[in-house]
């Protein structure tokens, strides 16, 4: 937690504390200096590390180091609050988010930057990627004219509020998670524009020339979808046509 004078007391386990030692604590301990005259204005922690914004804008973690999550560097592990490199000229940090084994902040102009392990796509930073980054790295872009306000990042994905109050995604989608509609894949960048092929399958079924068919799809490609945000387009024999709402195709075959 922050202190009303700036400063971090934390508890919990091993080097997550940030007071210069490996020891858990149960009770809240002051962490080490932030510098001279530095104080934390925001923080957030990771499964095991901890990231805070300074009073100017620079980022300060501590803990574990593996997969660069600390952003110094390298992979080692800190005991004490240690700045990570640079987020680019002139940059600061506004808001911070930090994963498992990643962080990602938004920047003093919108942009997004982030560190750490980069599996899954989750850290955004170029198409297929899943390097490692143990120093800050500009994320791909959020869209024309769009800036990021707000970040929250996840286990195995990243999530960023942009200045016009949509939402985009990245990473892992595994049960859903990036929001586009499918599941159980990868999206390696923000998403700005996003379209998918998904196959429903094959079904064989008997059909009478110049009598109605009728078949229902299912699937979790149609499942809790918001159709006002989601158009499909299903290829259908002539005289068929597929219905969204419902689910079916229906009509009259011509051959």
Not at 41 to 60: F, K, M, P, Q, R
């Amino acid at each position: 937690v922050i202190l009303d004078n700036g400063s971090v007391s934390c508890w919990g386990n091993r080097e997550q504390m940030g007071n210069g030692n490996a020891a858990g604590s149960t009770i809240p301990t002051l962490t080490s200096s932030f510098g001279s005259g530095r104080t934390a204005v925001a923080i957030s922690a990771g499964e095991a590390h901890t990231c805070v914004i300074l009073d100017n804008g620079s980022v300060s973690c501590w803990g574990h180091g593996g997969s660069g999550r600390l952003g110094n560097g390298d992979m080692e592990q800190r005991l004490s609050p240690t700045l990570t490199n640079t987020l680019g000229h002139g940059r600061t940090a506004v808001e911070i988010s930090s994963g498992h084994s990643h962080t990602c902040a938004v920047l003093d102009n919108g942009s997004v930057s982030c560190w750490g392990s980069g599996t899954y796509g989750k850290l955004g930073i170029s198409d297929l990627s899943t390097n490692d980054m143990p120093t800050p790295q500009l994320i791909d872009s959020l869209g024309s004219g769009r800036n990021a306000s707000n970040i929250s990042a996840g286990t195995q994905h990243t999530c960023a509020l942009l200045d016009n109050g949509e939402i985009s995604c990245w990473g892992a989608d595994g049960n859903g998670r990036l929001g586009h509609g499918l599941i159980d894949g990868v999206r390696y960048q923000p998403a700005t524009h996003y379209s998918e092929m998904a196959s429903m399958g094959t079904v064989s079924s008997t059909a009478v020339e110049g009598l109605p068919i009728k078949y229902a799809v299912r699937g979790s490609l149609f499942d809790d979808i918001d159709y006002s945000q989601v158009s499909f387009h299903v290829d259908t024999p002539a005289g068929l046509v597929f219905n969204v709402a419902n689910h079916t195709i229906t009509g009259t075959p011509s051959y």
